[in-house]
């Protein structure tokens, strides 16, 4: 690796068009060698090297300022196999200032940034030296993104246009469907609860790959009846079933509701546990016990 660091540092020295550039960092994929490298001149500048622009007559590619961001230039790849070869001190710093504005809510590939941390932990104390480290260290966990109720986050992805996330809650791993994260929150309206690991990590990837785990979903699923009943301090629908069970929609009433039970039961009170993905919700007027209740008075 160091042979390539060299040989692309010595062909930016060569290259007229390259002068007052630098080296940010390189990316090799381990399988087969090849490799990404960033410059750029620290303002408007950025080159990308890719086994793709080899046949191009500069041997690189312009990369828009307005397109750039770490996230789909660095972290993406991670994801995809590639591995650090080098990084630039400076490009740290950026990569640092870019995860403390915007992770972990606007961070889509939370996988490429554990193995930016631990490919720092590998490298020395590049994230130590830092002093804001400790704000950062209570949101990191080894395995995952850690979130408040003692909650990690270990991988994310997609069935279709519905995000689906693979948690380690206590003792329990959740299947999260249709996941949101609300700074250092994260909520789900629907997820699949498992004691075995292994188990779990399958059946995420089958949902993953647009399945659905309820093969008899008329045997497994069942529907419970909710009022609306008015909305709390912090504007959150809140709803209640014939039982009593308090309710609260922590999307705030848009499209598809993200419900939750409360703590304490009670109606200004806190968002507890999602509802279960193989429970289903019916919004109506009157609930059960009210309609009895009234057809009773009406018989008197």
């Not at 020295?13 to 490298?37: A, R, V």
């Not at 929609?249 to 848009?254: C, K, M, P, Q, R």
Request: overall charge negative; aromatic content about 12%.
């Amino acid at each position: 690796m160091q042979d390539v660091i060299e040989y692309t540092k010595k062909g930016i020295e060569e290259d007229e068009e390259l002068q007052g550039m630098e080296l940010d960092f390189i990316l090799i994929n381990p399988n087969n060698f090849d490799t990404i490298s960033i410059v750029s001149d620290g303002q408007e500048k950025i080159l990308e090297f890719t086994p793709f622009t080899k046949n191009m007559e500069t041997g690189y590619s312009h990369v828009p300022e307005w397109d750039y961001n770490l996230d789909d230039y660095l972290f993406k790849r991670l994801e995809e196999g590639y591995q650090i070869g080098y990084m630039s001190e400076k490009t740290h710093d950026n990569v640092w200032d870019t995860l403390q504005e915007y992770f972990p809510s606007d961070i889509e590939h939370i996988n490429g940034v554990q193995l930016y941390l631990q490919y720092c932990i590998d490298n020395g104390t590049l994230l130590a030296q830092r002093k804001n480290l400790k704000d950062y260290e209570t949101h990191i966990k080894q395995d995952g993104i850690s979130f408040d109720d003692n909650k990690i986050l270990l991988f994310k992805g997609n069935r279709g246009e519905q995000p689906v996330a693979l948690i380690k809650w206590a003792e329990e791993y959740v299947i999260a469907i249709d996941y949101t994260i609300d700074k250092s929150k994260i909520y789900w309206s629907r997820g699949y609860y498992y004691s075995d690991v292994e188990k779990a990590k399958e059946d995420f990837d089958r949902v993953i790959r647009g399945e659905y785990l309820y093969n008899d979903p008329a045997k497994q699923e069942k529907t419970i009846d909710i009022k609306y009943v008015g909305v709390d301090n912090l504007n959150r629908p809140v709803y209640k079933d014939k039982d009593g069970t308090i309710y609260k929609d922590i999307s705030l009433g848009n499209e598809v509701l993200i419900l939750t039970t409360v703590n304490n039961n009670d109606f200004f009170g806190e968002p507890k546990f999602p509802i279960k993905d193989n429970v289903k919700v019916n919004i109506v007027e009157k609930l059960e016990n009210e309609q009895k209740r009234r057809k009773n008075e009406q018989e008197r």
